[in-house]
């Protein structure tokens, strides 16, 4: 079974502060996303990446950067955590396709308070 | 753009009633369309999709139809359980790109 998972399930950090979210996934996948779920505002993308080393701006990309050093490996930074971050934050990955889209993975998210 | 639409919620059921969540898309190409789940706690887990139009896309007593002339994938369901409580989503994929585009999501609660 794929298996996508983030380092923390529960986080709570203070404004200001430099945080690290980390994800893995253990199915050889080219692509891994970022997202942040809100109620009402349903999922969105932050960041993206094909590739080690490559990243792509998603919707809200604002306040974030991306690192992708080892092909498992996807992590989230936020350089300087603020209050409107406290959010749901779901990591995914996906199979590189050509023709019909592949099904995307998903890790079990991390809730992150920031006080 | 593209984009998915999807009903508001939340939506709260009787056991075993029939559900329809609707689902509309405007996407420049050839989308594949999916329904994705979120139970209480988790992350997101595939129900089921379709890559083209006509196709019906089935799992766990759910199903949805890929309409090109409605730009529509709603799903339904016949008899609805207390354990299909959870969060629906939307979404669809280009065949350029691989990224996905999802809906608001949809809460939906059955009760005894």
């Known amino acids: 079974d794929v298996k996508v998972t983030q380092s923390s399930r529960y986080l709570v950090k203070r404004t200001g502060e430099k945080v690290f979210l980390e994800c893995v996934q253990d199915?050889?996948?080219?692509?891994m996303f970022w997202y942040r779920q809100d109620p009402g505002l349903g999922l969105r993308l932050i960041y993206f990446?094909?590739?080690?080393?490559?990243?792509e701006k998603g919707d809200i990309p604002e306040g974030y950067s991306v690192s992708r050093e080892k092909k498992e490996r996807f992590s989230l930074i936020l350089e300087s955590a603020s209050t409107n971050q406290t959010s749901m934050y779901l990591c995914?990955?996906?199979?590189?396709?050509?023709?019909?889209?592949?099904?995307?993975?998903f890790g079990p998210g991390t809730r992150l308070t920031v006080l | 753009g593209d984009s998915v639409t999807q009903m508001e919620g939340p939506v709260t059921l009787s056991e075993e009633a029939f559900l329809t969540i609707n689902c509309t898309y405007t996407?420049?190409?050839?989308?594949?369309l999916f329904w994705y789940v979120q139970y209480p706690g988790e992350g997101l887990q595939l129900l089921l999709k379709?890559?083209?139009?006509?196709d019906k896309g089935s799992n766990k007593g759910f199903e949805a139809t890929y309409r090109k002339e409605t730009t529509s994938f709603h799903l339904e369901k016949g008899s609805v359980q207390v354990s299909d409580s959870a969060v629906y989503f939307c979404?669809?994929?280009?065949?350029?790109?691989?990224?996905?585009?999802f809906g608001t999501g949809t809460s939906l609660t059955v009760i005894p």
């Open positions: 996407a420049t190409g050839y989308p594949s």
């Open positions: 995914a990955s996906s199979p590189h396709t050509s023709g019909a889209a592949g099904e995307q993975f």
């Open positions: 979404a669809l994929s280009l065949n350029t790109g691989n990224q996905f585009y």
């Open positions: 199915m050889d996948h080219e692509n």
């Open positions: 990446s094909y590739d080690v080393k490559m990243k």
């Open positions: 379709a890559t083209k139009a006509d």
